[in-house]
T-cell receptor, first 114, second 120 residues
């Protein structure tokens, strides 16, 4: 069975400082992993994905994530936070077997302090 | 171009009433997903339509929930005899093509803004 855990429900950082949103997963197969962002009153937007190629994945808006199999982690990072990064972030795991096996984490709300 | 649209954006109903939620996918997208997002929770898969194939209904929580997709385009999610625990944001997503694993891969999903359902 698959699962995904986002370790922090809320993260607050100052503008210009690094961002770290943590995600751990469990999967019986080689998973695909994704990060989505949801701005208020907007639809979810794909930030980046890992599908067994390079373990360091670069996404949009300066975000990146590193797949660490030994730690079963896929943490999202950004070197310098911007006010526009304030949103809800979802980590997603998929084992590729069916549409119903795409599992979303519970989300991390990122707040940016001026 | 136009993205995925959902209507209504907000729906307040009384317990026991039926509700219909509508999703207009991006034109030409063959796959359509419904998800439910409860407060503080991740997205819960409900149902998936792919072309003319039988839908994957494995995520529907009870027989009060049903969905249809007419003409391979617009989809309606119906909840009968609503209960307070049905209160949530219902999200629709569409996808333009079938991936190499036989279903659209997650990165091609385009999400609508959702319908916020409140059952009093």
């Amino acid at each position: 069975a698959q699962s995904v855990t986002q370790l922090d429900s809320h993260v607050s950082v100052s503008e210009g400082t690094p961002v770290l949103l943590r995600c751990n997963y469990s999967s019986s197969y080689s998973p695909s992993l994704f990060w989505y962002v949801q701005h208020p009153n907007k639809g979810l937007q794909l930030l980046l994905k890992y599908t067994s190629a390079a373990t360091l994945v670069k996404g949009i808006n300066g975000f990146e994530a590193e797949f660490k199999k030994s730690e079963t982690s896929f943490h999202l990072t950004k070197p310098s936070a911007h006010m526009s990064d304030a949103a809800e972030y979802f980590c997603v795991v998929s084992d590729g077997s069916s549409a119903s096996k795409i599992i979303f984490g519970s989300g991390t709300r990122l707040s940016i302090r001026p | 171009g136009a993205g995925v649209s959902q209507s209504p954006s907000n729906k307040v109903t009384e317990k026991g009433k039926d509700v219909e939620l509508r999703c207009d996918p991006i034109s030409g997208h063959t796959a359509l997903y419904w998800y439910r997002q409860s407060l503080g929770q991740g997205l819960e898969f409900l149902i998936y339509f792919q072309g003319n194939s039988a839908p994957d209904k494995s995520g529907l929580p009870s027989d009060r929930f049903s969905a249809e997709r007419t003409g391979g385009s617009v989809s309606t999610l119906t909840i009968q005899r609503t209960q307070q625990e049905d209160s949530a944001v219902y999200l629709c997503a569409s996808s333009p093509l079938v991936g190499d694993r036989g279903y659209p891969s997650t990165d091609t999903q385009y999400f609508g803004p959702g319908t916020r359902l409140t059952v009093l």
